[in-house]
């Protein structure tokens, strides 16, 4: 598959004539100041996106919602990474990093601040408005975070370095949904602990702002290419499509891991440990991965040792059924560790199968068809999945819908045959 890949890359019309001029990138100390800003702010936009789904229960009650309404704000960050994808790629290709690490603060810390806020308003319908508003403005920063990697490995970082660059940045953002999978549950037992939640998320948009703030001052280099044809390139395209249906069953588990979860009697602190697990062994082996494929050059090599689909059947199967925590646990660490492995070598061969196309057009496209296929993937899955009732195992809450999870395993069967 990746011979496939690469020669018909290689074998696609010029993307470049003979004559153009070679480029060389000098790099200086001050490019890990500017990587670190553009991780912090994709942590931020991870922990932001997915906070309140490992305490699902709660904060439906707390917002006076349902879990269609708590699933819809999951969804509203793919919905708009997919509207605004393309001109996040051309203006990040034109206005440069610096760009996205303002853009970034200034979303980021504003949603944070505002859903602060929303826990100052006594009535629930008004804290449920602001959270709305809140997500819509930090989900216009996530494109520009997750698009930027390979912009700012191939402008700020020599060759030997852009593979572990790409994987660093691009990782953060699922670092980030490990933090916001992980803390929640330990912090929030009762739809009263919401508040502290959401003010402890505001104290780390401030630091990461702080943090990023040095960066953003000196953040820009330009190299300028402009094509779209791209699109043209069939090796691309297979490429695309197998990442983007990975990265659509990552989004969408990590989104329903607590609805999924308790329906067959786990608790809100097992959900958010699996989700752990899953982040934190991934970005482990990613790291290991990135290094080796930094020293060697072959990043093909390292794209074919992928057995995450395996982790992903045995999660399937198990979860079905009460009482396999330690099952689920290894099968959730071993999708992790394998999945993620390919995420910034994806992003990497993708920019250097159709160099010299801006790596905007390959990322953004790559990441932009991800997230329709998690926005049809999660709604999919509310909508066929049937209602639970009387359950004696169920810990979702009193208040909410519990459904099963086996046509949610279908589809999930499916996007890993797919991928």
């Not at 229960?57 to 707390?62: D, E, G, K, Q």
């Not at 607590?258 to 790291?287: D, H, K, P, R, W």
């Amino acid at each position: 598959l990746q011979e496939f890949i690469m020669h018909n890359s290689e074998s696609s019309t010029p993307l470049l004539s003979s004559s153009s001029n070679t480029i060389t990138i000098k790099s200086s100390g001050f490019r890990w100041m500017v990587l670190l800003g553009l991780s912090a702010q994709n942590t931020l936009s991870g922990i932001l996106w997915i906070a309140l789904a490992p305490v699902a229960n709660h904060a439906i009650s707390y917002y006076c919602m349902t879990a269609y309404s708590l699933n819809a704000i999951n969804l509203i960050f793919p919905f708009t990474t997919v509207l605004v994808g393309l001109f996040t790629a051309a203006s990040i290709d034109i206005f440069g990093v610096r760009y996205v690490l303002g853009t970034g603060i200034l979303c980021n810390l504003t949603c944070a601040f505002l859903r602060l806020t929303s826990t100052w308003m006594t009535k629930s319908s008004s804290r449920f408005a602001l959270l709305i508003v809140a997500q819509i403005i930090a989900s216009i920063a996530q494109p520009f975070c997750l698009f930027a990697p390979t912009k700012l490995a191939l402008v700020w970082f020599p060759d030997t370095q852009r593979t572990t660059a790409t994987t660093l940045a691009s990782l953060a953002n699922s670092f980030g949904v490990l933090i916001g999978s992980a803390y929640p549950p330990l912090l929030v037992k009762q739809p009263s602990d919401i508040p502290s939640l959401e003010a402890s998320i505001f104290g780390i948009a401030v630091f990461v702002a702080l943090l990023t703030l040095p960066a953003f001052w000196r953040g820009n280099r330009f190299l300028a290419f402009h094509t779209w044809i791209v699109l043209k390139n069939r090796g691309f395209l297979l490429l695309a499509f197998g990442f983007a249906t990975g990265l659509a069953y990552f989004t969408t588990v990590s989104a329903l891991f607590q609805q999924m979860l308790c329906s067959t009697g786990y608790s809100n602190e097992f959900a958010g440990l699996c989700g752990a697990l899953m982040i934190g062994g991934g970005i482990f082996v990613a790291f290991l991965v990135s290094i080796i494929v930094g020293k060697t050059g072959s990043i093909l090599y390292g794209i074919k040792v992928v057995f995450y689909s395996l982790g992903a059947i045995g999660f399937s199967v198990t979860i079905q059924f009460p009482g396999r925590a330690m099952l689920i646990a290894f099968f959730v660490l071993w999708f992790g560790g394998f999945g993620f492995s390919i995420y910034g070598l994806s992003l990497e061969m993708a920019a250097e199968a159709t160099y010299p196309v801006p790596e905007m057009v390959t990322t953004g496209f790559m990441l932009m068809l991800s997230q329709l296929l998690s926005i049809i993937s999660i709604m999919l899955m509310q909508v066929f999945a049937p209602v639970i009732r009387d359950s004696r195992l169920q810990t979702c809450g009193p208040d909410a819908l519990v459904k099963v999870s086996h046509i949610q395993l279908q589809l999930q069967w499916f996007s890993q045959f797919v991928a």
